[in-house]
């Protein structure tokens, strides 16, 4: 199991302070919501940011983009210092092509799903990827509730990665992940846990031990 605070929630101003505290709490790799205002509403960090990361982390920096050329903006990502890069399906026509590019830049490449998307594209696509990403909220911001039909989701993959010879396939989960959601999740299959206001409020470092215990 890993977990990984999504520096969504963090307090810019104070970016450094909020990762020492992640790493304090035995955080395993740092989540980095990408979003460019057209395949989502808001505009997060950029390649700029992941720049400043890099610069005071060794933790992995996991970049999900949320973006509509997610092809290039990979690249660019890459070249910063991102160590993990997941795409949406929904917006990647050539999924395959667009996975092994990301491993060819050096990345763990992930696929993610939208809660609505069918579980057959992750099935198509996982020969080429290191993890999927199974939305457990509709992208765009933090904060929102979690949708019960992710477990059901999430364990139809997981017995389907097992039975098809792609057990290594993790499977990720962002949205709504709480300390008090976290064992039903991981039952369910889920071994990367993202949360951003579950753990980025308050004392991160006790929180992210907290959920580590609760699971």
Not at 161 to 172: F, M, T, W
Request: proline share 5%.
């Amino acid at each position: 199991m890993k977990i990984a605070p999504s520096l969504l929630s963090a307090d810019f101003g104070n970016l450094e302070r909020d990762v020492r505290a992640c790493e304090a709490g035995g955080a395993d790799v740092l989540h980095v919501d990408v979003m460019d205002g057209h395949f989502v509403p808001p505009i997060t960090f950029g390649p700029v940011v992941m720049q400043a990361l890099k610069r005071i982390t060794n933790l992995p920096l996991d970049v999900h983009l949320m973006v509509t050329n997610a092809d290039h903006q990979a690249e660019q990502f890459a070249a910063e210092g991102a160590s993990w890069i997941s795409i949406h399906a929904e917006v990647c026509p050539h999924l395959h092509r667009s996975l092994n590019n990301i491993r060819s830049l050096g990345c763990r490449a992930g696929v993610v799903l939208n809660p609505v998307t069918p579980l057959s594209f992750a099935m198509e696509a996982a020969e080429a990827a290191d993890f999927v990403l199974l939305m457990s909220v509709n992208p765009g911001y933090g904060g929102q509730s979690f949708i019960p039909s992710f477990l059901r989701r999430c364990e139809t993959l997981r017995s389907w990665l097992d039975a098809n010879g792609l057990s290594h396939v993790e499977i990720e989960v962002d949205g709504g992940i709480k300390i008090g959601n976290v064992k039903d999740v991981v039952n369910a299959g889920a071994s990367i846990l993202v949360s951003d206001s579950g753990l980025m409020h308050g004392d991160i470092a006790a929180s992210i031990k907290a959920m580590r215990e609760a699971v």
